[in-house]
Structures are given as structure tokens and as C-alpha cells.
Nanobody, 121 residues
Framework: QVQLVESGGGLVQAGGSLRLSCAASGSIFRIPAMGWYRQAPGKQRELVAAPTSSGSSNYTDSVKGRFTISRNNAKNTVYLQMNSLKPEDTAVYYC???????????????WGQGTQVTVSS
């Protein structure tokens, strides 16, 4: 089994920063991709940041220049550094990963349980 565990959410004032972490554990052979999504109340889940096949990263327009995704492959962990936070960034943030559990298995998509980020004005 594979688990994704997020941490780092919380309450912060506008203009502040938070760093989210997501650690994958369990039966892991390799992790082709790890990224972040978010879902605000009454809205659909949206992509926040994710790696591209070329090695760069995609960001939703509203967070470009403020958020940075990074990854520590040795720790099977992905991070989301969020700076200059705005009230509209308030949402539940979810980690998403495509994981291959063994040499003989195909990739599967996994989701974390979500971590709440609240930005006050």
C-alpha cells in the first residue's frame, strides 16, 4: 500500500508564507510525478503546481511568481513553498502522485488527505 501524508497547512495573514510537504511511503519502486492541487469552498479542484515531462514545472496563473514546487527524491517528498499569500489562496491543498509500486506493476495515481490553508486579510 502507498500513503501520501501532507503537512504544513495552517492560518496565515495575507502576505505571509507557508511551506507544504507531502511524503510518500509504502510500497514504492519509483515516482514519475508529484504535484499539488487545491479546492476552495464551492469550487472545483484545480491544479496548483506540477512537473512537466521536460523537467520544468507548470503553475496555475494565479500563483506564478509566488509559489514554488520542489522535490526531494531521496525522501519521496514534494514541497510547495507559498509566498505572498492572498485570501484567495484559501483552500484545502492536496498532494497528488503517480507511483509505480514494483518493477512489474503499472503506474497508479494517489491522493493525500488534504491540508487546510487559510489566509486572512
Amino acid at each position: 500500500q502507498v500513503q501520501l501524508v501532507e503537512s504544513g497547512g495552517g492560518l496565515v495573514q495575507a502576505g505571509g508564507s507557508l511551506r507544504l510537504s507531502c511524503a510518500a511511503s509504502g510500497s514504492i519502486f519509483r515516482i514519475p510525478a508529484m504535484g499539488w492541487y487545491r479546492q476552495a469552498p464551492g469550487k472545483q479542484r484545480e491544479l496548483v503546481a506540477a512537473p512537466t515531462s521536460s523537467g520544468s514545472s507548470n503553475y496555475t496563473d494565479s500563483v506564478k511568481g509566488r509559489f514554488t514546487i520542489s522535490r526531494n527524491n531521496a525522501k519521496n517528498t514534494v514541497y510547495l513553498q507559498m509566498n505572498s499569500l492572498k485570501p484567495e489562496d484559501t483552500a484545502v491543498y492536496y498532494c497528488n502522485a503517480v507511483i509505480v509500486s514494483s518493477y512489474y506493476s503499472g503506474p497508479r495515481e494517489y491522493w493525500g488527505q488534504g491540508t487546510q490553508v487559510t489566509v486572512s486579510s
